[in-house]
C-alpha cells in the first residue's frame, strides 16, 4: 500500500491508535494531517515524521466543536489543497454503571465519539466530492457491536457510528468517496492501561487468538480500508479482534 500524493487527517493522533495510524500512513508516503486538543501533543509526532522525510503538519481542534473543525479543514486545504483521507479515531470514555451515570458524562461522550465524527466527515465531504476521490475510516469498537455494562455512553455512541458509516456510505458513493469503520477489540494503548489485572485476565480469556492487539493491529487494517486498494469496499465494519467477537 503506497500513499504518495495522499493528503490524510487523523483526529485523536497524539498517542495510541491514532498516533500508530499516523505513523504508518506517513511511513507509506501521505501527508499526514495530525489533529490533537494541544497541538503541542502533535508536535514531536510532526518533527518525527518530518526527520523521515515525511510531511506532516499539526493541527489544534476539538472534534466535537464545529468552528474548530472547520477552521482545521481550512488549514489543511490551505497548506495541501486537497483531503484524500479522513480517520475519525478521536474518542473518549466516561464509565460509570447506568443508574449513577452523569447527564454530562452520556454528552460529552457522545459530542466527541459520534457528533465528531459527523462534523469532520461533513467538513471533507464537499471536498472528497469536489476531488471525486475520499477514503473515510472510522474507529468504531468491539463493545459497540457486543455491549459493555458500565459503558451505556461509549458503546451508544459506538454502535451509532455503525450507522453514520453506512449512511454516509450510501450518500458518498456516487462520487467515489468511500466510508468504513474499523472496530477494534482490546487494544493496548492508555485507554485500556487503567484496567484491574483480574479484568485483564477475563478478558484475555475471551480472545482465542490469546493475546492483546496492538496499535498497528489496528493501523494496518486502517491503512488497508484507506488505500486505493480498497475502492470497492464501503459501508463496511472490519473487526480487529482476536476473534474476541464473531
Ligand atoms: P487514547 O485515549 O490513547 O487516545 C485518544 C486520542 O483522542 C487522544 O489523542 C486524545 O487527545 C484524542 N481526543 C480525545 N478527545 C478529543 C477531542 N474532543 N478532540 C480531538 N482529539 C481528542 O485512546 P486509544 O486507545 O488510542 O483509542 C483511539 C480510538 O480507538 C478511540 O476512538 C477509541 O474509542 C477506539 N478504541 C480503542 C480501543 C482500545 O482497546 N484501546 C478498543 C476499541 C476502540
Keep these: 500500500m503506497q500513499f504518495n500524493d495522499r493528503v490524510a487527517i487523523v483526529t485523536g493522533a497524539s498517542r495510541g491508535i491514532g498516533r500508530s495510524i499516523a505513523e504508518y500512513l506517513a511511513a507509506r508516503g ?27 503538519m499539526s493541527v489544534q481542534a476539538d472534534v466535537a466543536v464545529a468552528a474548530d473543525v472547520d477552521a482545521m479543514i481550512a488549514a489543511v486545504q490551505e497548506r495541501f489543497g486537497r483531503v484524500d483521507i479522513l480517520v475519525n479515531n478521536a474518542g473518549i470514555t466516561r464509565d460509570n454503571l447506568l443508574a449513577r451515570m452523569k447527564e454530562d458524562d452520556w454528552d460529552t461522550v457522545l459530542d466527541v465519539n459520534l457528533k465528531g465524527a459527523f462534523l469532520c466527515t461533513r467538513a471533507v465531504a464537499r471536498i472528497m466530492s469536489k476531488q471525486r476521490y475520499g477514503r473515510i475510516v472510522n474507529i468504531s469498537s468491539v463493545v459497540g457491536q ?6 451505556a455512553n461509549y458503546c451508544a455512541s459506538k454502535s451509532a457510528l455503525g450507522g453514520l458509516t453506512r449512511s454516509n456510505a450510501r450518500e458518498l458513493a456516487r462520487r467515489n468517496v468511500t466510508v468504513n469503520a474499523v472496530a477494534p477489540g482490546f487494544i493496548e494503548t492508555d485507554m485500556t492501561a487503567g484496567l484491574a489485572e483480574k479484568v485483564r485476565n477475563e478478558m484475555l480469556g475471551q480472545i482465542p487468538l490469546g493475546r492483546f492487539g496492538t496499535v498497528d493491529d489496528v493501523a494496518a487494517a486502517v491503512a488497508f480500508l484507506a488505500s486505493e486498494q480498497a475502492g470497492y469496499i464501503t459501508g463496511h465494519e472490519l473487526s480487529v479482534n482476536g476473534g474476541m467477537y464473531m
Design 30 to 56: 501521505a501527508a499526514v494531517v495530525a489533529v490533537s486538543r494541544n497541538s503541542a501533543d502533535t508536535a514531536a509526532l510532526v518533527q518525527q515524521i518530518e526527520a523521515d522525510g515525511g510531511k506532516a
Design 146 to 151: 457486543m455491549g459493555n455494562a458500565g459503558q
